[in-house]
């Protein structure tokens, strides 16, 4: 019978961690989609005209990739319980907080509307992740009491 035990306890630990694992899980692949696209599809133009005071000395694949590693850390954490899912949550807000950092440049840069409005969305979208973080489902595993 010690087989049939080992075989559920590893049942149990091979599982997305609840909600917040969903969250992560669906964030993440959402993330490494949005990050690949830079590479995949041409720059527009207004992207070009925004970003031109940094790509002139760092290109926009560096800051693209920021999202695929978010993405990826995140898949890897949607698996762990609480508090160990914390990296997943702090990339997940790292890389949109940089962007809108980015965009937020942009607009004081370029004068342009559209980059500020981007800033803020892209703050918004750090700020929902941020919230979501805090959150715990019922069938969430937490394990703070545990690492104490």
Do not use: K
């Amino acid at each position: 019978m010690p087989g049939i035990g080992r075989e559920a306890h590893i049942q149990r630990r091979i599982r997305v961690n609840g909600r917040r694992g969903a969250f992560q899980l669906t964030l993440g692949v959402f993330y490494v989609i949005v990050g690949s696209s830079f590479f995949c599809v041409p720059a527009t133009p207004a992207r070009e005209a925004l970003f031109g005071w940094l790509t002139a000395y760092v290109p926009l694949g560096v800051f693209a990739a920021l999202w695929v590693v978010a993405g990826l850390v995140a898949l890897v954490c949607a698996w762990l319980p609480r508090p160990r899912d914390a990296a997943g949550f702090i990339a997940m807000v790292f890389a949109p907080g940089i962007w809108s950092g980015l965009y937020a440049i942009s607009a004081a840069v370029t004068v342009s509307p559209l980059a500020l409005l981007q800033a803020i969305v892209y703050g918004v979208f750090a700020a929902l992740v941020l919230i979501a973080s805090g959150m715990q489902g019922p069938n969430d595993r937490d394990h703070r009491e545990v690492i104490r």
